[in-house]
Each structure stands twice: as C-alpha cells, then as structure tokens.
C-alpha cells in the first residue's frame, strides 16, 4: 500500500515591520508591488498584503480590529518615500467572510494618484501628519461614505458595492480634507468646506492626467463634473458678490465659498489657487475671499 503525503502551501502575510519607511529607487525591497504613474511621478505600493504589528491592529478612533495592511510610497528625489498605511480585514476577520483585497489595491492606488496630483499642482500634502504617513481604514458597518479624524482616513460600509466614480470621489474627498486648508466651520452640509472643494479640484486634475489604465472612466468622469460643478457654480454666479454669503455659516455659505473657488480655478486654474493656499492657513469663507480678491486684483 502506497502512503500519499500531501503538502499544502498556505500562503500567509508578512510581518508588517519589516518593511522600511523609505528606499532607493535604484534598489527595490525584495517585495512584490504594483507600480502607477500619473503626471510623470511615479507610485508603488504592495501588492500582497502584510500583518500588522501584533498581528491584530486597533484603529485610533472606532476600536476595530483589522489584520491586513498595504503599505503605498511616492518617489522623490530617486526615493521612494512611504505616505500610506491602508488597514482592511481579511476574510475570516470580516463579519460578511469578504475579501477586501481588490478594493484595498484600489483604494490605496486612487489616493496615491490624488497625493501627486495635490503635491504637484496644490502644492500641498497632509497637513495633519506630522511624518508624512497617513493611516486609511477600511471598515465594515458605519455611515456611507468616509471621514478624516486627525491623520486618519475613515471609509464606511465596505461591503457594499459602490460606481466607480463614487469611490474615486470618495478618496478625493477625503484627501481634500487632507490638505486644503480648514474652511468654516458651517453649520451644514459638512463643518468644513475643504473636503468638498480639494474633491472638485482633485477630480478636475484627474481627469486632465488621466492615466491610460482608466480611461475607461473618463467620459462618466467628465459627465460627473459637469453636471455637479454646473450647479454649485451656477449658485456663485447668480448671488454676484455677496459679502452677507461669504459670512453665513449655513449651507448658503457654503455653496458660495464652494462656487466661489470652483470659478476661479475654471477662470484662472490651480497654479494660482496654489499660490493662495500657501497663504492660507485655515478660517472662515470670508477671510478666503479676501486673499483671492488680493490676488484677483493682480493682472
């Protein structure tokens, strides 16, 4: 009788520290990625996924539990430089058995677009992370949608399938919370109108570098923005200017600060938002308004 002995190669991820927070472009760990380029910079990021420190990770905020992590990295000067932790759980941690996995690539490769898009255009990067590394959570349950809590990135319900675009505009919103400067507070839709104008901005310079790998995407794209930025901007346009809407703290305000913003990037383009949010620290609508009227009275 002949004896079988099977061998099952299971395959399980690496530990998370031994990954380094930066290295060579020269000199690639010896690590599986994936590699994206939009606006001649280049990103990677992990393509397989690792456990975090201690096997089981506790976010900051909602104490949940995850136990997969991607790690993504930006070059800069001939290095790659680490910008992104993305935590998920696996399968047998998620309440629904799901694998998150794709979503996570996805998730980690939009925000990575956004970040060189931001840095090369806005001028800006987190302005929440003291080293520079951003922490994304990708949770199971809660609100539709995301939330920025401090150097954290928050997306909701998981589980549930969403368009393309809607989670490309997700992403974006969440990084305008990153790193357009605080506008507000108002009273609604959101507290701080910096998420919703670092979306349309960010967005507008997707699809004006939209790399070849999606262009599937770029007629819904396009169609997106027209239709949601026509109807802010028409808003701005018929209250004129209006030193009461620059005041308000309710939704009117915010719409005019949004319009506001969406119709000088259109009429003058991001080199000169860049310029004024580099000397803007945060603050209410009306201060805004006053460092783009200086720099509007400028031919």
């Known amino acids: 009788m002949r004896k079988f002995v099977f061998i099952i190669l299971i395959y399980l991820p690496l530990i998370a520290d031994q990954f380094p927070a930066e290295f060579s472009s020269q000199s690639l760990p010896d690590f599986p990625f994936e590699t994206i380029e939009i606006a001649e910079r280049k990103a990677l990021f992990t393509s397989k996924p690792f456990f975090p420190p201690n096997i089981i990770q506790i976010d900051p905020v909602h104490k949940a539990r995850f136990n997969r992590l991607l790690y993504g990295y930006v070059e800069e000067n001939d290095r790659y430089k680490m910008v992104f932790r993305l935590y998920f759980p696996s399968r047998f941690l998620s309440s629904s058995g799901n694998d998150y996995l794709t979503l996570a690539k996805r998730i980690l490769a939009y925000s990575l677009y956004f970040y060189i898009l931001g840095s090369k255009y806005l001028g800006k990067t987190s302005q929440w992370s003291k080293d520079g590394i951003v922490d994304i959570w990708l949770c199971e349950g809660g609100d539709a949608g995301g939330e920025q809590v401090g150097r954290n ?17 997700e992403v974006a919103h969440e990084w305008g919370h990153h790193i357009i400067p605080p506008i507000g507070p108002y009273e609604e839709p959101e507290e701080w109108a910096n998420g919703c104008i670092g979306e349309r901005l960010l967005l507008k310079l997707l699809l004006d570098n939209l790399p ?69 620290r945060g603050g209410s609508g009306d201060e805004l308004a006053r460092l783009l009227d200086v720099k509007s009275s400028i031919p």
């Open 153 to 169: 990135i928050y997306f909701y319900q998981i589980e549930k399938d969403r368009e393309e675009v809607e989670l490309i505009r």
């Open 212 to 280: 070849s790998s999606l262009s599937f995407l770029r007629e819904k794209l396009g169609v997106y923005l027209k239709e949601r930025n026509e109807e802010i901007l028409r808003y701005y346009r018929q209250a004129g200017d209006s030193q009461e809407l620059l005041r308000d703290k309710g939704k009117r305000g915010f719409l005019y600060i949004w319009g506001y913003i969406l119709d000088i990037n259109e009429k003058r383009g991001e080199g000169y938002l860049r310029e004024v949010f580099a000397k803007f």
